[in-house]
């Protein structure tokens, strides 16, 4: 089975969800600790920002995660129907000439997400969010 | 997330365990907070068992570095595993804690 798909409820009491699933599928493919680990990492920074940032209101939303092995990595694709993302840039994060004390922790999330996956793509269609993320596993 | 308090001399060490993540960074928060508001403002914290940290965990370390020290106090990390510390050089914190081989380490300096 190449592919793994788990739907959540937009609350963050479903994170586990998406922690277990990746525990399921890195024993079925093989997956190491740490890729798993990168993954969950982009993937709790994109699905809490879903929750937190995509409704206007207070309806249960379904996010859908689905995750596709591929030859030489995982290619994860998650969908929800709430507000069209505004990827913000992470550059300014990592600015040398911010002390550490004033660095701005806002941009960490999407520097994670840009750091740890090796490639990311977003689209929008049919009033849904569909971003693609993949990690190179080889 | 499980975490333990033990006194060495005037530092508390607590030891983390499991994942800090968007779900449970309040527990952690909670007990520095208690920690800071009783005046004992140095922290070592021992992450040897901490097997993941999302960037909510990081922001309440960042957090209460900020608290610690504005208070004239200490907070300290060690014994992070490989995966760990590569999550805090990604986040650029590696430059901004004082971080030690082990606890031993860490109670000497």
Request: aromatic share 8%.
């Amino acid at each position: 089975m190449n592919k793994v798909v788990i739907n959540i409820r937009n609350d963050v009491s479903e994170l586990h969800e998406i922690s277990a699933a990746l525990e399921d599928v890195s024993g079925k493919w093989d997956l190491s600790a740490k890729s798993a680990m990168h993954i969950n990492l982009a993937l709790e920074e994109v699905i809490t920002n879903i929750i937190f940032y995509g409704f206007n209101d207070k309806e249960e939303h379904r996010i859908s995660i689905e995750f596709i092995k591929e030859k030489d990595g995982v290619k994860i694709i998650i969908t929800d129907d709430g507000n069209p993302f505004d990827l913000p840039a992470a550059e300014d994060f990592m600015d040398k000439e911010k002390t550490s004390e004033s660095r701005e922790i806002g941009g960490l999330g999407i520097h994670f997400v840009k750091t740890l996956m090796d490639r990311m793509s977003y689209k929008r269609k049919d009033e849904k969010n569909i971003l693609t993320l993949y990690k190179e596993t080889v | 997330m499980n975490i333990t308090k033990e006194k060495k001399d005037d530092i508390n060490v607590l030891k983390i365990e499991g994942r800090l993540d968007t779900t449970n960074y309040s527990d952690l928060e909670d007990l520095l907070v208690r920690l800071t508001e009783n005046n004992e403002i140095n922290i070592l914290l021992d992450l040897s068992a901490l097997e993941y940290i999302s960037s909510s965990g990081l922001r309440i370390l960042l957090k209460y570095l900020k608290v610690i020290k504005a208070a004239e106090g200490r907070f300290m990390l060690c014994a992070m595993t490989t995966d760990i510390r590569e999550i805090f050089e990604i986040s650029g914190f590696v430059n901004i804690f004082e971080i030690f081989e082990d606890q031993a380490t860490a109670l000497k300096s």
